[in-house]
């Protein structure tokens, strides 16, 4: 058995690897051992005499598998905690993602008209101050405030179309008066 480190280390650097994935043929050792120059080992490669190992597969099938568990939630009970509560979600990103969430519905029911610039200003310091613990809460103080004012808009407009009425009965009453006034200076004279 000749001594073939030479011609391994000459083939891992034609074949651009290590020489752990350089495989030489046993059954050719006498023509590999012959073999002391570049050129020559190039030409074993072409002959089939050396030959790159393909690389050792690294398989991620069992790994994808505890992931997809973690998703359903599997694994990750008291046992398998290392961290705090906080350490493993900061209660500060919680609540970056909270009021981002917030206050994009704000900006956006801004932009549609949905309210104006009052309220929004109102609901963002409210936000703030963490009255509202989600999207739908806020949503929900948003129709009730909605509400409210076109109630109170409505209630407006019917009093204020009463008191035209009434202005008008009133004017008509006091037209009739005259009138029969008129009428009864008439008759008398």
């Not at 020489?19 to 046993?26: G, I, S």
């Not at 998703?71 to 981002?100: C, F, L």
């Not at 801004?110 to 609901?123: A, F, G």
Request: proline share 2%; charged share 40%; with cysteine.
């Amino acid at each position: 058995m000749t001594n073939l480190r030479l011609q391994k280390r000459l083939a891992s650097a034609v074949l651009h690897c290590g020489k752990r994935k350089v495989w030489l043929d046993p059954n050719e050792t006498t023509e590999i051992g012959n073999a002391n120059s570049r050129q020559q080992v190039r030409r074993l490669v072409k002959d089939g005499l050396i030959i790159r190992k393909p690389v050792i597969v690294h398989s991620r099938a069992r790994c994808k598998k505890n992931a997809e568990a973690r998703r359903k939630g599997r694994h990750t009970g008291p046992g398998k905690r290392k961290g705090t509560a906080n350490a493993r979600m900061p209660t500060k990103i919680v609540w970056m993602r909270r009021m981002r969430v917030l206050r994009r519905l704000l900006r956006k029911y801004r932009k549609e008209k949905k309210i104006d610039k009052h309220l929004y200003h109102q609901l963002y310091l409210k936000c703030k101050g963490n009255t509202f613990k989600n999207k739908r809460v806020l949503m929900e103080h948003i129709h009730k405030k909605k509400a409210e004012r076109q109630r109170a808009k409505d209630l407006q407009e019917q009093t204020e179309a009463r008191r035209t009425k009434n202005r008008a009965r009133r004017a008509a009453k006091e037209l009739n008066k005259k009138q029969r006034q008129a009428e009864f200076l008439k008759l008398t004279d």
